[in-house]
């Protein structure tokens, strides 16, 4: 049985059903609620390790409950709803959700999602208990207390936005940062000539971070919602 508990937060009851077949065959925990004031209420008291949102919900939007739930946890919340415009991800996004899914969507993908969302928890759980300065994943590795970041052993050769670009998509490896979050987090603001400077310094960036800018492996592009760092697994040392 794996040990996730995920809360499915979903008022169909045929995506409710397909959801939680998908987790039964594939053992996961589960525990379901039909509406926003339920969900915000079994997050409460189980304390799930992944919640799985829907926004159209009969009593509120969505987009409250993850504002509600984010004035007191962390927890992971992946959005999976009928609506497909950026502005809908954005604002989902923007009010703390980790990922987003729209539907029609294939079981492959939802289980994909989630072990994305796995691997995300593992890793700050492990820098919870470590507590270490530096950061690897796959050849890159930063160092944080130096201030240096290093590919394949290499420096990097980093202006002062874009090392801090890289830490702050490295400090939310797996999770969707949009254009407006990483704006203010890097500028204090976010008009749109820092949106323009954002893509300019990201593309800036991968020229130095990635072996082929044209196929990324570390740096992800959500077309009109932001960026998100890949998770890369370890190439096999040759002996």
Same mark, same amino acid.
């Given at each position: 049985?794996? &040990?996730?508990?995920?809360?499915?937060?979903?008022?169909?009851?045929?995506? &409710?059903?397909?959801?939680?077949?998908?987790?039964?065959?594939? @053992?996961?925990?589960?525990?379901?609620?039909?509406?926003? $004031?339920?969900?915000?209420?079994?997050?409460?008291?189980?304390?799930?390790?992944?919640?799985?949102?829907?926004?159209?919900?009969?009593?509120?939007?969505?987009?409250?409950?993850?504002?509600?739930?984010?004035?007191?946890?962390?927890?992971?919340?992946?959005?999976?709803?009928?609506?497909? /415009?950026? $502005?809908? &991800?954005?604002?989902?996004?923007?009010?703390?959700?980790?990922?987003?899914?729209?539907?029609?969507?294939? !079981? @492959?993908?939802?289980?994909? #999602?989630?072990? !994305?969302?796995? #691997? #995300?928890?593992?890793?700050?759980?492990?820098?919870?208990?470590?507590? %270490?300065?530096?950061?690897?994943?796959?050849?890159?590795?930063?160092?944080?207390?130096?201030?240096?970041?290093?590919?394949?052993? @290499?420096?990097?050769?980093?202006?002062?936005?874009?090392?801090?670009?890289?830490?702050?998509?490295?400090?939310?490896?797996?999770?969707?940062?949009?254009?407006?979050?990483?704006?203010?987090?890097?500028?204090?603001?976010?008009? %749109?000539?820092?949106?323009?400077? =954002?893509?300019?310094?990201?593309?800036?960036?991968?020229?130095? =971070? /990635?072996?082929?800018?044209?196929?990324?492996?570390?740096?992800? $592009?959500?077309?009109?919602?932001?960026?998100?760092?890949? &998770?890369?697994? /370890?190439?096999?040392? /040759?002996?």
């Amino acid at each position: 049985m794996n &040990k996730y508990l995920i809360l499915v937060v979903e008022d169909d009851p045929s995506v &409710k059903s397909l959801i939680t077949t998908t987790l039964q065959m594939h @053992e996961y925990r589960y525990i379901t609620a039909a509406n926003g $004031t339920s969900a915000i209420m079994q997050t409460s008291s189980h304390r799930p390790d992944i919640i799985l949102l829907d926004l159209g919900l009969p009593d509120m939007d969505g987009v409250d409950v993850i504002k509600r739930i984010r004035t007191w946890s962390n927890v992971p919340i992946i959005v999976i709803s009928a609506r497909s /415009e950026d $502005t809908d &991800k954005i604002d989902a996004l923007d009010a703390g959700a980790d990922d987003y899914l729209t539907k029609p969507f294939s !079981v @492959e993908e939802l289980l994909a #999602r989630l072990r !994305v969302t796995q #691997r #995300r928890i593992a890793i700050m759980q492990n820098e919870n208990k470590t507590d %270490e300065s530096v950061f690897t994943n796959g050849m890159l590795r930063i160092d944080y207390a130096a201030g240096c970041a290093y590919m394949n052993g @290499e420096a990097l050769h980093l202006t002062p936005i874009e090392y801090k670009l890289l830490c702050l998509l490295a400090h939310n490896i797996g999770k969707v940062l949009t254009h407006t979050y990483i704006t203010q987090k890097i500028w204090g603001n976010s008009l %749109e000539s820092d949106i323009a400077s =954002l893509r300019v310094f990201m593309a800036t960036l991968r020229k130095k =971070l /990635e072996a082929n800018p044209n196929s990324p492996q570390y740096i992800q $592009t959500h077309i009109g919602v932001g960026y998100r760092m890949l &998770k890369v697994e /370890e190439p096999l040392q /040759e002996f």
